[in-house]
């Protein structure tokens, strides 16, 4: 957790505006030297400053910190029901691990988790995980399914609906999905979906759904990255950190309702929409599972939510999710 005083003085700093010593004293009540201390502080949850002899500090970036006030104020009336709790943490380990633990414990479900910053956020196929504090979206969903893991075949591909119409709804143009779980921008990953699911093979199930998001990702945190990558930042080509707690809430306003119906609507509610997002159709791709490479034309998905691809010798070939990678667009 950031102590009270140091999450006041992110608040201040927030605007990205210069702010000198005494200033930033006078408004904490502590000390010149005790500021520097919690400056200091900042640099180990990544918060990158400046410091200018004569003006004082600043963040890099400005950011807006995530409010549970506010996130509510986008909230449809109708979607608010689905919401059981909301918590926000300033750093933790996997919003995901932390919804799941909560799962076992018997939280309800509709309960959410954000995080300003994660520790040890899950990349597929043991990518390096990034995540700079305050910027972007790491948001987790718990949701129980009475029919059990068979009840929530294809639910990646629904999740990725979702995101898509918030993000269109928010005005975000030009994105698709990349089977099975990643949203992209222009063929660079936007976002990225991780489902886990616990419980019965055959009886009641809980899933959590979770949804890691670039709204702004520096540029030398990007460097590590293996894939080509864009935030919002970098789309809307303006200042995005004033608006992420409205994100949130239009995510929410997306994604919660698709996770109350699914298990009576099924993957087949969602496929044409998905096929019509689909950024992949007719792509050239490696799919690499276990040992082996497979080399074809993306054909798009069946109706079970298999991925379909067209090989040298004119065979199709269905893919599970969760076996398989591509290694370039």
């Known amino acids: 957790m950031i102590s009270p005083k140091l999450k006041q003085l992110l608040h201040v700093l927030a605007d990205g505006q210069f702010h000198s010593g005494t200033e930033l004293a006078g408004l904490l009540g502590v000390s010149r030297s005790a500021v520097w201390k919690h400056l200091s502080a900042l640099s180990e949850f990544g918060v990158e400053l400046l410091a200018v002899s004569g003006k004082g500090y600043r963040l890099h970036r400005p950011l807006q910190l995530l409010e549970a006030q506010l996130i509510d104020q986008y909230l449809e009336s109708w979607v608010r029901p689905l919401l059981a709790e909301l918590e926000i943490h300033d750093q933790i380990h996997s919003t995901n691990t932390y919804l799941l633990e909560k799962a076992r414990q018997g939280a309800d479900i509709g309960s959410v988790c954000l995080a300003e910053r994660q520790t040890a956020g899950k990349g597929r196929r043991g990518r390096h995980w990034v995540s700079p504090f305050g910027h972007n979206i790491y948001l987790s969903i718990l949701w129980r399914f ?26 975000i143009a030009d994105v698709g999905l990349k089977w099975p779980n990643d949203i992209y921008w222009r063929q660079r990953k936007l976002a990225g979906i991780l489902i886990e699911v616990s419980g019965e093979t055959s009886g009641p199930c809980h899933a959590v759904m979770g949804l890691g998001l670039n709204v702004y990702l520096p540029a030398h945190e990007g460097e590590g990255i293996e894939q080509d990558w864009v935030d919002l930042h970098g789309i809307l080509a303006e200042s995005i950190h004033g608006k992420r707690n409205g994100l949130v809430g239009e995510l929410l306003n997306q994604l919660l309702p698709v996770l109350a119906e699914y298990e009576t609507r099924s993957l087949g509610h969602y496929l044409e929409e998905w096929r019509g997002y689909d950024c992949m159709q007719g792509k050239q791709v490696d799919i690499f599972m276990h040992e082996q490479t497979f080399s074809g034309v993306v054909a798009g998905i069946d109706d079970q939510g ?16 969760g076996e398989v990678s591509f290694r370039h667009l």
């Open 146 to 171: 009475q029919g059990g893991p068979a009840a929530i075949t294809g639910l990646s591909l629904a999740m990725g609906v979702a995101v898509i119409r918030a993000l269109r709804g928010f005005g």
């Open 306 to 321: 298999l991925l379909l691809l067209e090989l040298a010798d004119g065979q199709i070939r269905a893919f599970a999710s």
